[in-house]
Each structure stands twice: as C-alpha cells, then as structure tokens.
C-alpha cells in the first residue's frame, strides 16, 4: 500500500526566498507524480505532472524533480511570493489512483 | 480554460438520507474519479470510472456508493444512506488518458451530515 510523506508540515519565509519542499512515497511503481496547491477550503490546483521516465519537470517559477528507485520528490519554488502561500500535496499514482500526502503549509510573510 | 465543475457546493443532509453529487468533467477526458477529504486528513481515493465501468475502488467505496454517468456530461457519485462520517469535501477529478496525464480536480461539494 502506497504511503505517502510530505516535510516539513508546515513552512513560513519570508518574500524572495527560494524553498524546496520534500515528499516522500514507499512504492516505487508508478507512472506519475502530480504536484497540487491548496487553498484553505478550495480545491486542488494542479501545478505539475512529472512522468515516471523524467528526472525534472519545470513551469514558470516551480520545478519538481522525480527520482522514482529511491521514492522521492521535490517541489523548487524559486522568488517565493506572499501569493505562494498555499498547502502543497504531493501525489503519486499508480494503481490506478493518486495517493495524497498531508501536505506542506507554506507561508510567505510579506 | 476548460474546468471540471461540481454542484452542489454545499450540501447538508440528514443521516440515513440519500444524496446525489453532480460533476461535469471536461469534455475530452475519458476518465473520472472521485475523491474525498475528512476536515483536517488527506484526500482520499475513492474510485476511478471508464468506459462506463468502474475501473477501481477503495475499501471506502462500499455498498452505500455508486457512481453513473448518466450522459454524455454528467458524473454522479450516489450515497445511499448517509452516516456521519461521511460528512466530507467530495472531489470530482478527470484526465484525457490513463496513468500520462494530468487529473484535473473540481472545486468540491462540501457534504455535512447531521
């Protein structure tokens, strides 16, 4: 059963800063990995999708790496603005569904 | 930009009653989900749909649900009997193919059972 692990749970830096956030999962077959933002009481947002065969994917100011033998991700948010701030799901699939992690809660103080 | 829509966004029923959650998926996509998230713990498979059959479920997804799609727009997630614990946000995702793309996730319904 795939577990998933996202740290740290929560996350404050200040405007500008780089950050990376860490995820975690213990079955290696997959066939992707989504990343996602939440907003408190919203759904999910879509951020990026690493396929299996990638080491990296990039969009705009994020980029995720997928380094699927040793199970884990990373989600690189470069120049971090207060509209970052946001919990951040990792999600790997396989067996035909995504398995969330608890998130990360970031927050960018101004 | 296409989106996965969801309605109601807030439903509020009584234990024991039935409910129906509506999705529209994006109208490429071939595949359907649902999801759900208790206040507080992580989102949570429920099933996968394709071709009109369900593709996979979880222990959650027991005789108290069903899932149709009615026509060539709609997905529903039905509830037959409503406990408590499944007050919950229920998401709806689709993707165009299975296991390469993206899932596209809607806004939730909000389901309060008292």
């Known amino acids: 059963k795939q577990e998933v692990t996202q740290i740290p749970a929560a996350l404050s830096v200040p405007e500008g800063e780089n950050l990376v956030l860490n995820c975690s999962f213990t079955d290696s077959a997959i066939y992707n990995l989504q990343w996602f933002r939440q907003d408190p009481g919203k759904g999910l947002t879509s951020l990026l999708l690493i396929q299996s065969s990638q080491r990296e994917q990039t969009s705009g100011r994020l980029n995720a790496s997928l380094d699927k033998s040793s199970g884990r991700s990373t989600l690189y948010i470069a120049a971090s603005q207060p509209g970052d701030s946001a919990t951040y799901l990792c999600?790997?699939?396989?067996?035909?569904?995504?398995?969330f992690g608890t998130g990360t809660r970031l927050t960018i103080i101004p | 930009e296409p989106e996965v829509t969801q309605t109601p966004s807030h439903q509020v029923t009584q234990m024991g009653q039935e409910v129906i959650l509506r999705c529209v998926p994006i109208?490429?996509?071939?595949?359907f989900y649902w999801y759900r998230q208790i206040l507080g713990q992580k989102v949570e498979f429920l099933v996968s749909f394709y071709n009109n059959e369900i593709s996979e479920k979880s222990e959650i997804f027991d005789d108290q649900f069903s899932v149709e799609r009615p026509d060539g727009s709609n997905f529903t997630l039905k509830i037959r009997s409503t406990k408590l614990e499944d007050s919950a946000m229920y998401f709806c995702a689709s993707s165009v193919q299975w296991g390469v793309s993206e899932q596209y996730f809607g806004p939730g319904t909000r389901l309060t059972v008292t």
């Open positions: 109208s490429n996509h071939l595949y």
């Open positions: 999600a790997p699939f396989g067996n035909e569904k995504l398995t």
